[in-house]
């Protein structure tokens, strides 16, 4: 069984999300470099999934988070 969710903020996604941008990856840009920014914008993905179920729920409308 997951464990429970944890709140997520706004304040934080914004934080997250100027951190490590959803951008195309530039020629010079290694490819190990490449694959962790992919799994850091994956989790900034999930976060702000479980975010808007939270605010989803807090309105009472059922969600469920995929990822």
Do not use: N
């Given at each position: 069984?997951?464990?429970?969710?944890?709140?997520?903020?706004?304040?934080?996604?914004?934080?997250?999300?100027?951190?490590?941008?959803?951008?195309?990856p530039?020629?010079?840009?290694?490819?190990?470099?490449?694959?962790?920014?992919?799994?850091?914008?994956?989790?900034?993905?999930?976060?702000?999934?479980?975010?808007?179920?939270?605010?989803?729920?807090?309105?009472?409308?059922?969600?469920?988070?995929?990822?």
């Amino acid at each position: 069984e997951l464990p429970m969710k944890p709140h997520v903020s706004t304040e934080l996604l914004e934080y997250l999300k100027a951190t490590f941008p959803d951008r195309c990856p530039d020629k010079s840009d290694q490819e190990r470099e490449i694959w962790m920014a992919v799994g850091a914008v994956t989790v900034v993905r999930h976060l702000e999934a479980l975010e808007r179920a939270q605010v989803a729920e807090a309105l009472g409308r059922k969600t469920t988070v995929k990822g």
